[in-house]
């Protein structure tokens, strides 16, 4: 492979814009590139996850979804481009079924909290549902890819399921407790 990146820094946005891979320029701040963050974010978040000790089922989902982050992070990069599929989506919604067959039925609201792979998959969940809401921003002013803004929906949801597998092994989750219940 060729070198991608000879210079690290071009000073070309140095007055607040930002290139997208078509050659297009848009403010730093455009809804597209808070997106593009915000799905950088999480796939940072779930390599934080991924340092940690996670059981090797939910390891090599977790590799995957690094991988489709970061196509759908080029996706964004090229308006008007398709990369995520409904099949991307439908590998999601079975890792989900596979897991959440293993968990008891849930009767309580859990806290974001636990051991530190739980923890870490809670933060990894709350920054995936800002992406979630920054796509559907962004899709109020241009044509945005259903099947990456449906793969963004149900990796939250895995998110928290994938939680909930990992507190058993880190101690059990944390119920809330209604103030009276405290």
């Known amino acids: 492979m060729a070198n991608r990146l000879s210079k690290i820094y071009t000073r070309t946005g140095d007055k607040g814009t930002t290139g997208l891979a078509d050659g297009s320029r848009v403010d730093k701040d455009h809804a597209r590139m808070q997106a593009i963050g915000d799905v950088d974010e999480l796939n940072s978040f779930i390599g ?10 939910i390891r090599g989902t977790l590799l995957r979804v690094q ?14 481009s398709t990369v995520i ?42 920054v995936c549902r800002r992406a979630e809401r920054r796509l559907v921003s962004l899709a ?4 945005v890819n259903q099947d990456g803004r449906r793969y963004i929906n149900r990796l939250s949801d895995l998110l928290f399921v994938m939680a909930r597998v990992l507190a058993r092994g880190e101690g059990g989750e944390v ?7 405290r």
């Open 48 to 57: 934080v996850l991924l340092a940690k000790e996670i059981p090797e089922k």
């Open 67 to 80: 991988h489709t982050l970061f196509d759908l992070g080029g996706e964004l990069a090229i308006p008007g």
């Open 85 to 126: 599929s409904g099949e991307h989506v439908a590998g999601l919604e079975q890792a989900l079924d596979d897991l959440n067959r293993e968990l008891t039925p849930l009767k309580e609201f859990i806290l974001p909290s636990g051991g530190p792979a739980t923890a870490a998959c809670h933060v990894a969940r709350a």
């Open 140 to 143: 109020r002013d241009t044509d």
């Open 175 to 181: 119920y809330w407790k209604h103030e009276k219940n």
